[in-house]
């Protein structure tokens, strides 16, 4: 989750500077039940700032009045998504953490297209990118492969990327990024796998990239219904749990592991306890 955005106060509404705490308690429980996230008392001042927001779009009076207006909401209500992109967004780019797309280029790719050169067949390669966001860590995924697999014709690779948020996977679908989010996108990579958009900063995913990309809701709380993956990346959202929620996340992700496959974590996500059946190669790299 990102720093405090400073969104000014509602014209005339200077008594919404900030939740109370029974508001906040009622907020974070909401949060809570609907997604496993755990809102703190210190995340005060930046949970008011997120529900600002929500105000002035909805046109809603104060902070108790949206909190009813959500009770009563369907599961499926656009107000749902549009609350909870504001409560979970976070910056994102691509290439974020470059040791693990390093190893993910040089070692485990590299050690795929050996095993693929000396044997007969089309080859699967699945990849989960749990909580995705706006799509910049499977877009990375796919960067990597695509240079690293030349023989791309004989594998059948495929990428899913999931989030709580639609918002955010329809920015994920259009593959489009601003300079911010690929400042660390290796300069040949932009050329080969990005198209500059004419009179603006931003950069469209070429086709050898969205064609190996998938994405879909989903909350990381219930059990995802796919094949078994070869890798899954949850990275830089376990902070944001409590220890039980936690705990069914690794679950729900750590069956949806092959034999064999490997689970890649933030190196802060504090999961090893919940893996004491997964053999760590790194402090962030787990082999089922």
């Known amino acids: 989750m990102s720093a405090p955005i400073a969104i000014p106060p509602l014209p005339g509404s ?3 500077k900030q939740v109370s705490d029974d508001e906040l308690g009622n907020f974070a429980e909401l949060i809570y039940r609907r997604t496993g996230i755990h809102v703190s008392p210190q995340k005060k001042m930046l949970l008011s700032n997120r529900l600002r927001r929500r105000l002035r779009e909805t046109g809603i009076e104060d902070f108790s009045a949206y909190y009813q207006h959500l009770k009563r909401l369907k599961d499926t209500d656009p107000e749902w998504d549009a609350f909870l992109q504001e409560i979970t967004t976070h910056e994102t780019y691509l290439f974020r953490d470059e040791s693990q797309w390093n190893w993910f280029r040089t ?3 590299a050690g795929r297209a050996a095993e693929s050169a000396s044997s007969e067949g089309k080859r699967t390669l699945r990849i989960w990118s749990a909580a995705c966001s706006t799509g910049d860590e499977p877009y990375t995924a796919a960067c990597c492969i695509a240079a690293a697999l030349q023989n791309s014709a004989q594998w059948n690779i495929r990428i899913l990327g999931t989030d709580i948020g639609v918002g ?3 920015q994920a679908e259009a593959g489009i990024f601003g300079e911010r989010a690929m400042r660390l996108v290796p300069e040949e990579y932009r050329r080969r796998f990005f198209v500059k958009a004419q009179n603006a900063q931003l950069w469209q995913a ?3 990239l969205t064609a190996m990309l998938r994405f879909r809701q989903h909350n990381l709380m219930s059990p995802l219904r796919e094949k078994p993956f070869d890798i899954v990346f949850l990275k830089n959202v376990l902070i944001y749990f409590d220890g039980a929620s936690k705990r069914t996340v690794v679950n729900n992700v750590r069956a949806m592991i092959r034999p064999g496959g490997l689970l890649v974590a933030g190196a802060a996500e504090g999961i090893t306890e919940m893996v004491k059946d997964m053999k ?9």
């Not at 790194?282 to 089922?288: A, D, E, G, M, V």
């Open 107 to 109: 070692e485990y790719l």
């Open 206 to 208: 070429r086709p050898m």
């Open 14 to 16: 200077s008594s919404l």
């Open 168 to 170: 955010a996977l329809a």
């Open 280 to 288: 760590r190669l790194q402090p962030w790299l787990y082999r089922k």
